[in-house]
């Protein structure tokens, strides 16, 4: 038994009469505090499987426990406190609110939670409290990236959730982000679940899942990560 275990999850879209199974059978476990890299091509059912981790999509068969709870069995009031009081999620696009300051876009998800961190010290763990006052569309890409991080792990989340957390950012800034990324699982605690389709960074992962097909091709435990600063790609 794991912090997660995903058991026999099936996840099917209908569009247009034609059915798609995104999830097909998927079943793994995950370890609290670890590092987490789901990999696979473009079309797998990376993002499915994060979106229904995350509370933020339901599955159509299997169970999804978090922390000893089948979130699969939540009505939607329970998703709701389940997704505002232990879940961080990074879009790969950011998701800002474009007319919020950076601070204010961090203050947003922090208000709405018991026990969060600081705004500002959010912001400064990411390197940009001398951004606080910018508005996403003055900031860089990678910036609205760290802002989108600040906005996640001020809230504290038990699961930080990133889908292609570094796909939109140059390699410098991809670094750094993975390095903010670690902290939360090293020094925080948190179990960290990161979606991506480069598989260059996954020798800094605790554990690597490989999706094909809609289903689980192969689980590793990786029990000596390699230092980011190793990772070339
Ligand atoms: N909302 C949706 N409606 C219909 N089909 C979807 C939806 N979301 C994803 N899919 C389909 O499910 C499959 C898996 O998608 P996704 O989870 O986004 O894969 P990945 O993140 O690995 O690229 C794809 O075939 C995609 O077209
Ligand atoms: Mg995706």
């Not at 998701?95 to 998800?109: G, R």
């Not at 992962?205 to 230092?227: Q, T």
Request: charged share 20%.
């Amino acid at each position: 038994m794991g912090y997660i275990d995903v058991i026999h999850e099936v996840k099917r879209y209908n569009t247009g009469g034609k059915t798609c199974i995104a999830n097909n059978d998927v079943t793994f476990s995950i370890m609290q505090g670890e590092l987490v890299m789901i990999l696979g091509a473009s079309g797998t059912g990376k993002s499915t499987l994060l979106n229904i981790l995350g509370g933020m999509d339901s599955c159509d068969e299997g169970d999804v426990i978090v922390d000893g709870e089948d979130i699969a069995k939540y009505d939607a009031k329970e998703l709701t406190e389940y997704r505002r009081l232990d879940v961080g999620f990074v879009f790969q696009f950011y998701n800002l609110v474009p007319n919020l300051t950076a601070l204010e876009n961090v203050e947003m998800a922090s208000e709405i939670v018991p026990y969060s961190n600081n705004s500002m010290d959010a912001l400064a763990s990411v390197g940009l409290m001398n951004r606080c006052n910018n508005f996403p569309s003055q900031l860089s890409g990678g910036e609205q990236q760290r802002v989108a991080i600040a906005r996640a792990v001020a809230k504290r989340p038990k699961i930080l959730l990133c889908d292609e957390p570094t796909g939109a950012l140059d390699y410098k800034t991809g670094k750094q982000v993975l390095h903010i990324l670690q902290d939360m699982s090293r020094k925080h605690g948190a179990t960290v679940i990161i979606v991506t389709h480069n598989s260059a960074i996954s020798p800094m992962a605790d554990r690597v899942i490989r999706m094909h097909d809609a289903s689980i091709a192969e689980v590793k435990c990786n029990p000596n990560p390699c230092d980011i600063d190793q990772l070339e790609w």
